[in-house]
């Protein structure tokens, strides 16, 4: 069987982070309408947690849904992924830091913190239907150990979807590759991995 590769578009919540861009709610549902024409299977409709305002356009989204299927994302809270859960989309993104240097310099926590957090948080997210995506937070920085720990967390909560992130965009073409075939040797059979990369 060949191989399946897909575009999960992040416009609606990364492209928000670039300077000066800041898309209101008609620019939101116009953007999502195109990406919907264009077949793109998965759309990134944003961040629930961020404000009332953008739950309330994902929701918006959800009216004028025809194809694709609707993603949000969450950081390793509970309240962020409760957030999330009330914009009942298809898919729920949980962003798990695996970097030390995100998890002990930028968030002050230990690793003991980031697999407490990610247990509540899954516990959570399997109570309300919706599909679990996982994504590893400067990925291309992380220990590779404590990447494929988490990863067995995940695979225990039969999460089957993984999504790497050069978050700060360190790899050259030539990392970007050793680091998804060494990672791609411990996942389960069937998941389905992705990568998340910057051109800057």
Known sequence: MKERKFIVDTTLRDGEQSPHVSFDRAQKLRIFSLLEQAGVPQIEAGVPASSTYEK??????K???RRAK????SRLHLEDVRHCIDCEPDIIHLSIPVSYMH???????????????LYA??????????????GFEDA????????????RILSDFNVKRIRLADTVGVMLPSTCRETVETFFAYVDKGTQLGFHAHND
Do not use: H, P
Request: glycine share 6%; proline share 0%; charged share 20%.
């Open 103 to 117: 998890i002990y310099t930028k968030l002050k926590k230990n690793k003991a913190w980031v697999v407490g957090q």
């Open 56 to 61: 309330e356009t994902i929701l918006e989204m």
């Open 121 to 134: 948080c899954i516990g959570l997210l399997q109570t309300c239907g919706a599909e679990i995506s996982a």
């Open 140 to 151: 291309s920085r992380a220990d590779m150990s404590f990447v494929i720990a988490i990863t």
């Open 63 to 65: 009216k004028i849904q």
């Open 70 to 73: 609707i993603s949000v994302w």
